[in-house]
């Protein structure tokens, strides 16, 4: 009985801990940061280097962007 308990118990922690859920706040829009009315281009080229993304660019288009470093082939 009590082998029945602790299994019980760790089958509990388990489903309660592998249960998650992903709520995106109100207003906010999926994607990589695209403009209204954007449609998505793949892009033309590898990736430059780690931490860069994807993103629409509202005077150039679509083109890798680093937080910190910035749109890649000198994007403002």
């Not at 299994?7 to 992903?22: D, F, K, P």
């Not at 207003?27 to 590898?46: L, N, Q, T």
């Not at 990736?47 to 005077?59: E, K, N, S, V």
């Amino acid at each position: 009985m009590k082998l029945l308990t602790v299994t019980r118990m760790a089958t509990v922690c388990i489903t309660v801990a592998l249960s998650g859920c992903v709520v995106a706040p109100l207003g906010a829009r999926p994607g990589y940061g695209e403009s209204p009315g954007v449609v998505y281009v793949a892009p033309s080229y590898a990736i430059p280097g780690p931490g860069y993304a994807w993103q629409h660019h509202g005077r150039f288009g679509w083109g890798w962007r680093h937080p910190g470093h910035g749109w890649h082939r000198g994007w403002r």
